[in-house]
Nanobody, 115 residues
Framework: QVKVVESGGGLVHAGGSLTLACLAS????????MDWYRQGPGKQRELVAS??SRGSTNYIDSVKGRFTIKKPVYLQMNSLKPEDTAVYYC??????????????WGQGTQVTVSS
């Protein structure tokens, strides 16, 4: 079984910074893809940033230049804006020991940016 736990959320003023961390544990053989999603109040969940096992990264336009995703998986968020307020979720895909694929989600961590 694979477990994913996020940490690092909190309340910051606009312009501030936070770093989210995602810890994946269990019978993991390898990680293939790691993503950060977010879901704001009254909004659909959206993919914010992703990083592959090879290190290639992708970001949505609204966070480019402000957010950085790093392996194993962290999300460094700078110049935060009130519209970044959301619950942030980590999604990890990979292979378990024995080569079974897994796709695991954490419970989320709240990020609130005050104006």
């Amino acid at each position: 079984q694979v477990k994913v736990v996020e940490s690092g959320g909190g309340l910051v003023h606009a312009g501030g910074s936070l770093t989210l961390a995602c810890l994946a544990s269990g019978d993991i053989f390898s990680l293939i893809h790691m993503d950060w999603y977010r879901q704001g109040p009254g909004k659909q969940r959206e993919l914010v940033a992703s990083v592959s096992s090879r290190g290639s990264t992708n970001y949505i336009d609204s966070v480019k230049g402000r957010f950085t995703i790093k392996k194993p998986v962290y999300l460094q968020m700078n110049s935060l804006k009130p519209e970044d307020t959301a619950v942030y979720y980590c999604n990890v895909r990979g292979l378990r020991i024995g080569s079974e694929e897994f796709d695991a989600w954490g419970q989320g961590t709240q990020v609130t940016v005050s104006s």
